[in-house]
């Protein structure tokens, strides 16, 4: 029988859950950590690229257009190396939703494990559409092919 | 466990609480069969004793050792009153039938717990697939419209929808990003940039 996944999970899926977040995160960090840091720049410099490329996104290959997400791995590697201005310009989007994430993946786990709301769903649903609309924003932003919207586009 | 006697007859009650029998035990696994005597079907002997129904061996061989009211805080199996489907969640209503819970054992005044996959979404979106991911978002806010209007089953239905979306989008996302890595590649050293910019 088909199993409504979304209603309180099993505990032992919920740990597998949380397993999988962890080793996705661990896994990130690593790769974008063990980059070499010469230069102002070091996700851009030639020595990078030839070791490692990450890969382009693929909205953005195919399409040319620019999507929320884009810029959001240099974004990560500017944030671990403590240059928050530099991630901001990438993806001004990855900053701010740290923290959101990081309470929200907590809670989740906290509400699968005892099985009681700490927030009424009023809220929820508030922060939800705030960041929806930060979403649709940024990307109706960088999409707009003037130059004084180059600021919020990341850099080639 | 209640030990039984043959050929000793016995009454059980539907869920509005009317009394039908006599029935022998035959009689009462047939009932079984059609799912018209669930697990937790009251019954009751001809010396007036009640049990639930999960505590005859006969009736439900694999129901043994199961406890006879559920915990709300363990991850025991219950049982619909309407169906006998079982049901692994505390939602509010069946999975199958969509009748509502509202059995001695759950607690009604609790809202139940339901993922939304907001956060799910969120990482769809920024890390992946951009246009599968919007509209998880939006299915997930929906979804927490639907726990604000108190529509629970609406809401489940919602979350399932954003959940899927967000594994079509990761899996999408990993299909599209071997292929394009490979052409970038490719083209690259033949000097071709294929990505049109706006600046440009």
Same mark, same amino acid.
């Given at each position: 029988?088909?199993?409504?996944?979304?209603?309180?999970?099993?505990? +032992?899926?919920?740990?597998?859950?949380?397993?999988? #977040?962890?080793?996705?995160?661990?896994?990130?960090?690593?790769?974008?950590?063990?980059?070499?840091? +010469?230069? +102002?720049?070091?996700?851009?410099?030639?020595?990078?690229?030839?070791?490692?490329?990450?890969?382009?996104?693929?909205?953005?290959?195919?399409?040319?257009?620019?999507?929320?997400?884009?810029?959001?791995?240099?974004? &990560?590697? #500017? &944030?671990?190396?403590?240059?928050?201005?530099?991630? *901001?310009? #990438?993806?001004?989007?990855?900053?701010? &939703?740290?923290?959101?994430?990081?309470?929200?993946?907590?809670?989740?786990?906290?509400?699968?494990?005892?099985?009681?709301?700490?927030?009424?769903?009023?809220?929820?649903?508030?922060? +939800?559409?705030?960041? *929806?609309?930060?979403?649709?924003?940024?990307? *109706?932003?960088?999409?707009?092919?003037?130059?004084?919207?180059?600021?919020?586009?990341?850099?080639? | 466990?209640?030990?039984?006697?043959?050929?000793?007859?016995?009454?059980?009650?539907?869920?509005?609480?009317?009394?039908? %029998?006599?029935?022998?035990? $035959?009689?009462?696994?047939?009932?079984?069969?059609?799912?018209?005597?669930?697990?937790?079907?009251?019954?009751?002997?001809?010396?007036?004793?009640? /049990?639930? $129904?999960?505590?005859?061996?006969?009736?439900?061989?694999?129901?043994? %050792?199961?406890?006879? =009211?559920?915990?709300?805080?363990?991850? /025991?199996?219950?049982?619909?009153?309407?169906?006998?489907?079982?049901?692994?969640?505390? %939602?509010?209503?069946?999975?199958?039938?969509?009748?509502?819970?509202?059995? /001695?054992?759950?607690?009604?005044?609790? /809202?139940?717990?339901?993922?939304?996959?907001?956060?799910?979404?969120?990482?769809?979106?920024?890390?992946?697939?951009?246009?599968?991911?919007?509209?998880?978002?939006?299915?997930?806010?929906?979804?927490?419209?639907?726990?604000?209007?108190?529509?629970?089953?609406? $809401? =489940?239905?919602? =979350?399932?929808?954003?959940?899927?979306?967000? =594994?079509?989008?990761?899996?999408?996302?990993?299909?599209?990003?071997?292929?394009?890595?490979?052409?970038?590649?490719?083209? $690259?050293?033949?000097?071709?940039?294929?990505?049109?910019?706006?600046?440009?």
């Amino acid at each position: 029988m088909y199993q409504s996944p979304t209603i309180m999970r099993h505990k +032992s899926e919920a740990i597998r859950r949380l397993a999988i #977040y962890i080793a996705a995160f661990t896994a990130v960090l690593f790769i974008i950590a063990n980059q070499p840091t +010469s230069g +102002s720049c070091a996700l851009e410099t030639p020595s990078f690229q030839n070791r490692f490329k990450i890969p382009p996104c693929p909205f953005h290959s195919i399409t040319g257009l620019y999507c929320p997400g884009c810029g959001s791995t240099r974004a &990560l590697g #500017y &944030l671990v190396r403590g240059l928050l201005l530099n991630s *901001l310009r #990438y993806n001004p989007l990855v900053l701010p &939703l740290i923290p959101i994430l990081t309470v929200g993946i907590i809670l989740n786990f906290y509400e699968q494990f005892t099985k009681k709301r700490l927030f009424p769903s009023r809220f929820r649903f508030e922060v +939800s559409l705030l960041i *929806l609309s930060l979403v649709l924003l940024l990307t *109706l932003l960088r999409n707009i092919p003037m130059q004084c919207f180059d600021f919020i586009r990341p850099p080639e | 466990m209640t030990t039984i006697k043959h050929k000793m007859m016995f009454f059980y009650y539907d869920m509005n609480g009317i009394k039908h %029998g006599p029935f022998q035990m $035959a009689e009462l696994r047939l009932l079984v069969n059609e799912q018209v005597v669930t697990p937790r079907t009251i019954l009751e002997t001809e010396d007036g004793q009640q /049990e639930l $129904a999960n505590q005859f061996e006969e009736l439900f061989p694999h129901e043994q %050792g199961k406890t006879t =009211a559920p915990d709300i805080n363990s991850f /025991e199996t219950t049982y619909c009153k309407n169906c006998g489907n079982e049901i692994f969640d505390f %939602g509010k209503a069946c999975t199958r039938c969509g009748h509502l819970i509202t059995s /001695e054992f759950t607690n009604d005044t609790q /809202e139940p717990v339901i993922d939304t996959c907001l956060i799910d979404s969120i990482l769809v979106t920024i890390l992946c697939c951009f246009p599968l991911g919007i509209v998880s978002i939006i299915f997930s806010s929906l979804a927490s419209g639907a726990i604000t209007r108190g529509d629970y089953k609406d $809401a =489940a239905a919602k =979350a399932n929808v954003a959940q899927t979306l967000n =594994a079509v989008a990761v899996i999408l996302f990993f299909m599209l990003i071997f292929v394009v890595w490979i052409l970038h590649s490719i083209l $690259a050293n033949m000097d071709i940039h294929f990505p049109i910019h706006w600046s440009r």
